[in-house]
């Protein structure tokens, strides 16, 4: 959408959008009121329902423990007869030497009366002798706690009475129970006073009825169960809890504290009640666990009640909102809509419209504002118009190709004139597309290497190699910079090419120049020796040979001004194909006579580089002959292909290069002579991206590797 499209909305005004806050801001305040006013009224609602339930806990917990009380008090009214009907066991323990055996237990039994029942328990807590059948043999140590209380009391001296108890076999009615040691500490002797009245008299104060009546206040309670200590259900045995409630009860007797358990499957929530009542005086543990079961889904109902009410308040409170704005809306809306009128007429374009003036104070600022503020932009604009046609004419005349592309997709968005004449590409096939749809598929792989490497090290220098609008080999040299947007991530890059064929051709000419002279200086200089120590000889033969030599010497200056004649008449910048095989011939020609065995096995590979390829060899044969004297005889050049590159190995059989030279004899002006040899023929195979190394070993001759990557070498057919 443009800025016209952003100011023009037609479909909606500006006493729409005022309603639409009013009413949003009606919502907002209405909401927060309501949503404070629930909370509240929740929080007190969650605060009395959380009271209720520790109110009916406690009094729960306060009838229970007021009834034990009433049961200690019965049960300690019935010690002293326990107490004495210990007197007949212990004489009969004394009568029979402590042997528990030869006691008569049912004549005891029968003193005391029916009531009674004797008991003795052995060291390893188990009732060995007894005058009640159902609990021969019970093993007290299934219940730790109490087998302790039972070894506490054999190796102790005195009388311990117990509450009234379910007896733990039998027919589980209820029992008196009282220990006592026997004076040798090997057995304690308990007795068990069984009373029909025990359940009419207990049943007087019985706490069930006063636990119903405390949880019928509370509307919230589903239902409440007592459960003693092993689990069963206080009053009725014979009811065997779930697995679930067993774990439960299990637990809170274990950690003797109370728990809750979510039950969010039925909506309930099970609260267990740990209610210590266990005593050090006595034996048995009387506590209780109290399980009450709290409905939550009417907690959840009474709530979701209380939300719809609030709720039709709110909506009410809405309506009445609502319908306010709409009328002050529209009230207020009028005087702007002159303004919103006239401001639409400016923004299609209309620069010279006033907006039309107003009765209000207000509205009259703004509308000397606005007039100003157009009155500014229309200058600007103007001025952005006549600073965009300078710079635009500057760049295009400028004699270097300048284009800009996005750092994001790499689509060109400027080309100037001399872009147009060094690329050969108008700027409207240009403008919109990137480099893999203007060039060829190597050019374009080339072109996004080096904006990769732009935007990592922010600029890229680089020279090419390429064709002209005549089809002319060309060098140019192409600087690329990255320009960043204001937060700093990349979004333009600047781009500007340089033809520099001319200087480039001109450098290498006098280069190649400088050598060949100094080639040239040498050989004359090995006629003059020759012709001088010619004079010196008498025999014909000795004679002739030093003529020959100075024959040598002078092929070989002819040779070397006939080449440098041939590039200044081909012209030396623009690579070609050639072929390896017949530039190292060419290279052998530029030599003096030579003894050695010089040969080229490369078979028909064709190399894409600079035409001073013969050159480069050259350089290469004569380093050879002026470092290995009368040791060299042989010169080989070889050709195989390694990972889609083409290797071309130089290798001689003389004193070779010392592994700390290697890198070095490639640097300008390195060693003797003019000290640029190797150096010109590194520079002249790197024009085509071709590498040279030395890896011969020291001692055994030298080894350069030339490689040549894909796309610059082929076979002949």
């Known amino acids: 959408m443009d800025g016209k499209g952003i ?23 209405v909401g927060l009121v309501s949503v404070n006013d629930y909370n509240n009224t929740k929080k007190m ?54 042997i528990p055996s030869r006691m008569d237990l049912m004549k005891i039994k029968h003193d005391l009366g029916d009531p009674f029942d004797i008991y003795i328990i052995n060291e390893s807590g188990v009732i060995e002798f007894t005058t009640y059948a159902p609990e021969l043999g019970l093993d007290f140590k299934k219940t730790p706690y109490f087998f302790t209380y039972l070894t506490t009391i054999r190796n102790s001296e005195g009388f311990f009475p117990d509450h009234i108890v379910e007896e733990m076999s039998g027919s589980g009615q209820l029992r008196k129970f009282a220990y006592m040691p026997t004076p040798d500490h090997r057995y304690v002797l308990e007795l068990g006073l069984a009373k029909p009245a025990f359940s009419g008299e207990r049943s007087a104060i019985q706490y069930r009825e006063a636990v119903d009546r405390i949880a019928s206040a509370n509307p919230y309670i589903d239902q409440i169960r007592i459960f003693n200590v092993w689990g069963d259900l206080a009053g009725n045995s014979s009811v065997e809890p779930d697995s679930s409630t067993r774990i439960a009860l299990e637990q809170v007797t274990r950690q003797r504290g109370d728990l809750s358990v979510a039950r969010p ?49 709110a909506i009410l409170a809405l309506i009445v909102g609502i319908c306010s704005a709409f009328v002050l809306s529209r ?11 006239d401001v639409d007429r400016i923004s299609d374009g209309d620069l010279d419209w006033k907006i039309s003036p107003t009765n209000l104070k207000e509205f009259q600022v703004l509308e000397q504002s606005i007039n100003r503020m157009v009155l500014s932009l229309k200058t600007g604009i103007m001025e952005v118009q006549d600073e965009k046609t300078f710079q635009q004419e500057m760049i295009n ?81 192409i600087v690329t910079v990255l320009i960043p947007d204001s937060a700093g991530k990349p979004r333009y890059i600047l781009g500007m090419a340089q033809d520099l064929t001319g200087e480039a051709a001109l450098l290498k000419q006098d280069l190649i120049s400088s050598i060949t002279r100094g080639d040239i200086l040498d050989q004359l200089a090995v006629i003059m020796n020759s012709l001088e120590r010619a004079q010196l000889k008498t025999s014909e033969d000795a004679i002739q040979a030093f003529f020959d030599n100075t024959i040598g010497s002078v092929e070989s200056i002819r040779n070397q001004i006939g080449f440098m004649r041939t590039l200044q008449d081909l012209g030396i910048v623009s690579p070609k194909w050639q072929n390896a095989a017949t530039a190292f011939e060419s290279a052998i020609a530029l030599m003096s006579v030579s003894r050695t065995d010089i040969r080229a096995e490369t078979g ?10 013969p050159r480069v060899f050259y350089e290469l044969l004569e380093n050879s002959h002026r470092h290995s004297g009368r040791q060299l005889t042989a010169i080989r050049l070889s050709a195989h292909i390694s990972e889609k590159s083409l290797h071309l190995i130089y290798a001689d ?45 020291p001692g055994n001759g030298v080894r350069f590797g030339i490689i040549v990557p894909k796309g610059k070498w082929r076979v002949r057919e």
């Open 265 to 313: 499957e039925t909506g309930q929530t099970v609260k267990y009640l740990f209610i210590d009542l266990k005593s050090e005086q006595y034996g048995s543990d009387p506590s209780r666990i109290v399980e009450i079961t709290y409905d939550d889904t009417l907690f959840m109902k009474n709530a979701g009640e209380h939300a719809q009410f609030h709720l039709l308040i």
């Open 45 to 98: 609602f969650d605060r009395n329902s959380q009271h209720l339930q520790r109110q009916t806990e406690q009094d729960i917990i306060a009838t229970i423990r007021l009834t034990d009380e009433s049961y200690t008090l019965y049960d300690t009214s019935l010690n002293d007869q326990m107490r004495r009907g210990f007197d007949a066991v212990l004489l009969e323990y004394q009568r029979t030497d402590g």
């Open 397 to 477: 005349q400028l004699p270097v190709a300048v284009f800009v592309k996005n750092a994001t997709d790499g689509k060109y968005i400027f080309w100037n004139k001399t872009s147009e004449e060094i690329y050969c590409l108008k700027i409207s096939d240009v403008i919109g597309k990137t480099a893999r749809e203007l060039f060829p598929e190597f050019m374009a792989k080339e072109i996004e290497a080096h904006d990769r490497e732009t935007i990592i090290n922010g600029r890229c220098a680089r020279n090419r190699n390429g064709p002209d609008a005549q089809n002319r080999g060309r060098f140019f040299h």
């Open 604 to 613: 028909n590979f064709e190399v894409y580089t600079d035409p001073l390829l």
């Open 7 to 29: 100011l023009n909305v037609r479909n909606r005004s500006f006493s729409l959008y005022l309603l639409i806050a009013m009413v949003f801001l009606i919502v907002i305040v």
């Open 653 to 697: 059989n003389g004193v070779g290069i010392p592994c700390d030279q290697k890198q070095k004899i490639f640097e300008f002006r390195y060693g003797t002579g003019t000290g640029m040899g190797l150096f010109l023929v590194r520079e002249i195979l790197g024009f085509t991206a071709i590498t040279i190394t030395e890896n011969g070993e």
């Open 331 to 341: 009230h207020l809306s009028d005087p702007i809509a002159g303004i919103v009128r």
